[in-house]
């Protein structure tokens, strides 16, 4: 197996290898394993794979989860159904940049997914570096976030364009979670700056240290989440992956987040996600 780093700040691409191999070889496995570890997002392409190794590479990783909005291969549960046709047209939900379901207690630990089909030109997915992003955060800053935890929720998002008692019975299903703002890798024990999309506020920002007045409380915390929301934003953090059908991605959930450029309407785009079920965030 070759790896060759695609940015400075993140992404390797692997050659030489064939992820259905590494469902039943150990020592692949433990070397691509390393190499997600280092480099938090994987690429591959030309992957001859079924569904059901799909499956059962991702589930070496540990069990796989459903999504509640996006629905599963029927045949394949776990492996998410991430289609874009011209019918679809108000299913953009994947062009914000995101760590997958943060809105979950146990956020998932990284994800595989798969190209079926995407438009000739456009269509990428890009990724973000945010062990990156909280290094490079100006030293007041980290001291003013070291302590802060904030609230995490589907609601805004996938919920936004339901009924609304179909948004409140997502919401009852799938209750809000709440998250330190720099989390730990669990296995690495870099920092990670811990929002993005599905982040609404701050749950213990309102204290005298921080609020001179009530009035301070808001913009004060939503100025400051904006901000930290904004640096994945920031190309020197990122990698930009360009798709074929068979190509793959592999990525670390836990100190990234991705953002799926959707510049190719009407053109169609297909892509099957096998979700990792991840631990809870300290
Ligand atoms: C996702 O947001 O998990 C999907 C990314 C993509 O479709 O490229």
Redesign the pocket.
């Known amino acids: 197996m070759r790896i060759e780093q695609l940015t400075h700040a993140l992404g390797a691409e692997l050659t030489g290898v064939n992820l259905a191999d590494a469902v039943h070889d150990e020592g692949l496995f433990v070397e691509i394993r390393a190499a997600l570890l280092q480099h938090r997002v994987l690429f591959l392409r030309d992957q001859e794979i079924s569904r059901a190794e799909h499956v059962a590479f991702a589930r070496r990783f540990g069990e796989l989860e459903d999504h509640p909005v996006a629905s599963s291969d029927p045949e394949h549960p776990g492996l998410?159904r991430?289609y874009?046709t011209p019918e679809q047209p108000n299913d953009r939900?994947?062009n914000a940049w995101?760590s997958?379901a943060t809105w979950r207690e146990a956020p998932p630990f990284g994800?595989v997914?798969r190209?079926v089909d995407c438009p000739p030109v456009g269509?990428?997915?890009m990724w973000a570096n945010m062990v990156l992003a909280y290094e490079k955060l100006p030293a007041h800053v980290k001291d003013e976030i070291a302590d802060l935890r904030a609230r995490h929720s589907i609601e805004a998002t996938f919920g936004a364009n339901m009924p609304i008692e179909k948004r409140l019975a997502l919401k009852a299903q799938y209750p809000d979670a709440e998250h330190p703002v720099v989390r730990t890798h669990p296995e690495t024990g870099e920092k990670i700056l811990y929002v993005n999309v599905f982040t609404t506020h701050f749950t213990n920002f309102h204290t005298p240290e921080r609020v001179r007045y009530g009035q301070d409380a808001n913009p004060g915390g939503a100025d400051l989440l904006r901000y930290l929301v904004s640096q994945a934003f920031i190309p020197e953090y990122q990698v930009r992956w360009r798709?074929k059908p068979r190509s793959i991605?592999i990525w670390d959930n836990t100190p990234t987040q991705?953002?799926?450029?959707m510049d190719y309407p009407p053109s169609h785009?297909k892509?099957e996600?096998a979700?990792i079920i991840g631990g809870k965030p300290y």
Do not use: K, P, Q, S
């Open positions: 998410v991430i874009r939900y994947e995101h997958d994800a997914l190209c269509g990428d997915t798709w991605a991705h953002y799926a450029v785009r892509m996600r979700g």
